[in-house]
C-alpha cells in the first residue's frame, strides 16, 4: 500500500510510526495463528490513537510489533525513519530504551523507589541528561508535585498511572504505546489519566497509540482503528463513545 493510503494521515504529516503489510504468524503446534495479516497503518505525529477490536484480534500483537517487542513474519515497521525490520536484539533494546515510551496496565513501578526516582529511572539507565524544565512540567501537568518523594504503596491507582505516565513521557519519545492504561483504574481516575494522555499529544506533541476495550476511553482519542482476524477493517476520526459502540456492534456481527 501507498504511503498515501486510506490509512495514513488525512493531513499528510508524516507518521511517527508505519507498517508496510505486517504480518505475524504464530506457531501452534500442528496448525499456524496468523495473528496479523497484511496490516497497514500509520500513526500521525502528535496525535492519540485507539487500537480496538474483538479478543484475539490481534491488537496486542500489533501492539508488539509496532514497539519491536516482537518481530514480524513478513512486511516490515518503520518507526520515524529508522526501518526496525531486521535490526538485532541490541539494536532493538536500544531503539525501545530510547525512542519509545511504554505505559502498563499494572503501571510497573518499582517498590522501593520514590515517585521521582520511578520517573527519572529509565534516563537513569540510558545515562540520559534530563531535562529539568520538561520534568517540571510533566511532573505539574500530570498534578504530582507534592506527591513526588512518596513511594507507590503511597500513591492511588490513578497516580501511580500518572507516575508511569510522567515517566514513559518524559524523554519525549518518537511514540508511547500504552496497553488498557485505565483497566486497573475506577472510571474517575482513568478520566484523569486519559485527559493527560489527550493534553500530552495536543498541547506537548507527543504521539501516543493506546490499545483498549473500552468505547470510553477509545473516545478520547483522535483517531480509532479497528482490527479483526489480524486485518485492519476499519477507522473512525474524531470518536465519541458512540460512534465507537456502533462501530465495534457492526465488527462482531
Ligand atoms: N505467542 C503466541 N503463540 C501462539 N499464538 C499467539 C501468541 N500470541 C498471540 N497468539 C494468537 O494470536 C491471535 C491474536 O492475539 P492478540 O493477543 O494479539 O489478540 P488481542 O486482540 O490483543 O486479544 P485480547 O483482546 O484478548 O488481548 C490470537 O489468536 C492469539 O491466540
Same mark, same amino acid.
Given at each position: 500500500?501507498?504511503e498515501?493510503?486510506?490509512?495514513?494521515?488525512?493531513?499528510?504529516?508524516?507518521?511517527?510510526?508505519?507498517?508496510?503489510?505486517? $504480518?505475524?504468524?504464530f506457531?501452534? +503446534? =500442528?496448525? @499456524?495463528?496468523?495473528? %496479523?495479516?497484511?496490516?497497514?497503518? !500509520? #500513526?500521525?505525529?502528535?496525535r492519540f490513537?485507539?487500537?480496538?477490536?474483538?479478543?484475539?484480534?490481534?491488537?496486542?500483537?500489533?501492539?508488539?510489533?509496532?514497539?519491536?517487542?516482537?518481530?514480524?513474519?513478513?512486511?516490515?515497521?518503520r518507526?520515524?525513519? $529508522?526501518?526496525?525490520?531486521?535490526? +538485532? =536484539?541490541? @539494536?532493538?533494546?536500544? %531503539?525501545?530504551?530510547?525512542?519509545? !515510551? #511504554?505505559?502498563?496496565?499494572?503501571?510497573?513501578?518499582?517498590?522501593?523507589?520514590?515517585?521521582?526516582?520511578?520517573?527519572?529511572?529509565?534516563?537513569?539507565?540510558?545515562?540520559?541528561?534530563?531535562?529539568?524544565?520538561?520534568?517540571?512540567?510533566?511532573?505539574?501537568?500530570?498534578?504530582?508535585?507534592?506527591?513526588?518523594?512518596?513511594?507507590?504503596?503511597?500513591?492511588?491507582?490513578?497516580?501511580?498511572?500518572?507516575?508511569?505516565?510522567?515517566?514513559?513521557?518524559?524523554?519525549?519519545?518518537?511514540?508511547?504505546?500504552?496497553?488498557?492504561?485505565?483497566?486497573?483504574?475506577?472510571?474517575?481516575?482513568?478520566?484523569?489519566?486519559?485527559?493527560?494522555?489527550?493534553?500530552?499529544?495536543?498541547?506537548?506533541?507527543?504521539?501516543?497509540?493506546?490499545?483498549?476495550?473500552?468505547?470510553?476511553?477509545?473516545?478520547?482519542?483522535?483517531?480509532?482503528?479497528?482490527?479483526?482476524?489480524?486485518?485492519?477493517?476499519?477507522?473512525?476520526?474524531?470518536?465519541?463513545?458512540?460512534?465507537?459502540?456502533?462501530?465495534?456492534?457492526?465488527?462482531?456481527?
Amino acid at each position: 500500500m501507498s504511503e498515501n493510503s486510506p490509512n495514513d494521515p488525512p493531513d499528510g504529516a508524516s507518521p511517527a510510526v508505519i507498517t508496510r503489510d505486517l $504480518t505475524k504468524v504464530f506457531d501452534a +503446534g =500442528d496448525s @499456524e495463528v496468523r495473528a %496479523l495479516d497484511s496490516v497497514n497503518v !500509520g #500513526f500521525t505525529r502528535g496525535r492519540f490513537a485507539a487500537i480496538m477490536g474483538p479478543s484475539g484480534s490481534g491488537k496486542s500483537t500489533l501492539m508488539h510489533c509496532l514497539a519491536g517487542l516482537d518481530s514480524a513474519t513478513s512486511g516490515s515497521v518503520r518507526v520515524g525513519e $529508522t526501518e526496525i525490520t531486521g535490526l +538485532g =536484539d541490541k @539494536e532493538l533494546t536500544l %531503539l525501545r530504551r530510547q525512542r519509545i !515510551g #511504554f505505559i502498563f496496565q499494572s503501571f510497573n513501578l518499582l517498590p522501593v523507589l520514590t515517585a521521582r526516582q520511578n520517573i527519572l529511572l529509565p534516563a537513569q539507565i540510558a545515562g540520559r541528561e534530563v531535562d529539568q524544565e520538561r520534568f517540571d512540567h510533566i511532573v505539574d501537568v500530570v498534578g504530582l508535585r507534592d506527591r513526588l518523594d512518596h513511594t507507590p504503596a503511597k500513591l492511588s491507582g490513578g497516580q501511580q498511572q500518572r507516575v508511569a505516565v510522567a515517566r514513559a513521557l518524559l524523554s519525549s519519545p518518537d511514540v508511547t504505546f500504552a496497553d488498557e492504561p485505565t483497566g486497573n483504574l475506577d472510571s474517575r481516575s482513568g478520566a484523569e489519566v486519559l485527559d493527560f494522555l489527550r493534553d500530552s499529544a495536543r498541547e506537548m506533541g507527543q504521539t501516543i497509540v493506546m490499545v483498549t476495550h473500552d468505547p470510553v476511553a477509545a473516545a478520547y482519542a483522535d483517531r480509532v482503528v479497528f482490527l479483526r482476524d489480524g486485518r485492519l477493517v476499519d477507522e473512525l476520526y474524531e470518536p465519541s463513545a458512540e460512534s465507537v459502540l456502533d462501530r465495534i456492534g457492526k465488527l462482531e456481527v
